[in-house]
């Protein structure tokens, strides 16, 4: 029996690997100006005479495509943190109402302007920060108490902060003018157009802290999915464990949401289809989950870029497009988790 699964995570994680390298390759190569492996190894290696491609690749594609890939990959860690908690594979991170709170941030610093601050980083970039960790502090001090964080009540209170911030949107939506409407409206559909070193480094930075993580909590979240009985009967703190893992899920999808705006079913679709192939094990998934998720939001973008090149659409439209259908998908499969 665990040769064949051996076996499957093995070719698993060779098809995942050559996903990724395929996928990131394509990225910086396919665009409103086409450029082919020769060109960007010349550039990369800084053999380009005339310099047209090395800016093209170094100024421009290559920190989009490492902040495509960085975005894409946190998504999908946070989205398989939530559904292993929640154990529920339809949980969603913006089920705690990060991405909405993101959204009511974002909109207040456009209204008020949404001038740059330091390191690439944009007004906007700060309030939608500070917008998701608003939320996440108001669904998690309600869902706590004295028996420490109830689940149910956190997805719940998640709801409550999401209708709350889809009315707080509207009320600005009335209140904006013209050109406040419109970059709010494009915001909200997610997009990579301001990608730079800086946006590519922090996202990084963050997922290299959520895969250091990993180690810590990948065990206790396979103990979890016994349930939480079970759970603290082998020695899990489950409280403490969920306040973890409610951190990371917070200073992963605010960041995220921060510098690309609200890009949904990344976390919902990646973990979900990873888990059918390999199974549950959390020290497998976590980090298949990343290169997923890195691949699919690099495919994603580069799709945007080149449909309707040189127009380009907000890559949030295209995930939903390809995230939607499956979220159907999985309601008919798992109609008794909803009843």
Not at 153 to 163: F, K, N, R
Not at 241 to 255: C, M, P
Not at 312 to 321: C, F, H, K, R
């Amino acid at each position: 029996m665990s040769d064949p699964r051996k076996r499957r995570r093995h070719i698993t994680w060779i098809v995942l690997n050559l996903l990724f390298g395929t996928s990131f390759i394509a990225a910086i190569a396919l665009g409103s100006v086409a450029l082919s492996v020769t060109d960007i190894a010349s550039a990369l290696l800084g053999l380009d005479r005339t310099g047209f491609a090395r800016d093209i690749v170094l100024n421009i594609r290559l920190p989009r495509a490492i902040l495509a890939a960085t975005v894409g990959a946190v998504l999908a860690v946070c989205g398989t943190y939530l559904q292993g908690m929640f154990r529920n594979p339809l949980a969603d991170p913006s089920l705690i109402g990060v991405t909405a709170g993101a959204s009511v941030g974002a909109s207040v610093a456009i209204i008020l302007g949404g001038g740059a601050i330091a390191g690439g980083l944009s007004l906007v970039s700060l309030g939608a920060f500070v917008g998701g960790l608003v939320s996440v502090w108001l669904v998690y001090r309600v869902a706590t108490g004295m028996n420490g964080t109830s689940v149910a009540t956190m997805l719940l209170m998640g709801i409550a902060v999401s209708a709350l911030a889809a009315s707080m949107t509207g009320l600005m939506d009335y209140l904006a003018d013209n050109e406040s409407l419109r970059r709010m409206s494009l915001w909200r559909m997610g997009g990579l157009d301001g990608a730079n070193g800086s946006r590519a480094l922090v996202m990084l930075f963050i997922l290299a802290l959520m895969l250091v993580a990993m180690s810590r909590t990948s065990h206790a979240l396979n103990t979890l999915l016994l349930g939480e009985s079970q759970a603290r009967h082998l020695g899990v703190h489950v409280g403490r464990l969920k306040n973890q893992l409610i951190v990371w899920v917070a200073l992963g999808v605010g960041v995220s949401v921060a510098v690309a705006g609200s890009i949904g079913f990344v976390g919902l679709v990646v973990p979900h289809m990873l888990r059918l192939c390999v199974g549950p094990d959390h020290r497998t998934l976590v980090p298949m989950s990343a290169l997923g998720g890195a691949s699919l939001l690099l495919l994603a973008d580069t799709l945007a870029r080149v449909v309707l090149s040189p127009t380009e659409l907000p890559v949030g439209l295209v995930t939903a497009l390809i995230g939607a259908p499956f979220f159907v998908f999985l309601l008919l499969r798992h109609r008794e988790l909803i009843r």
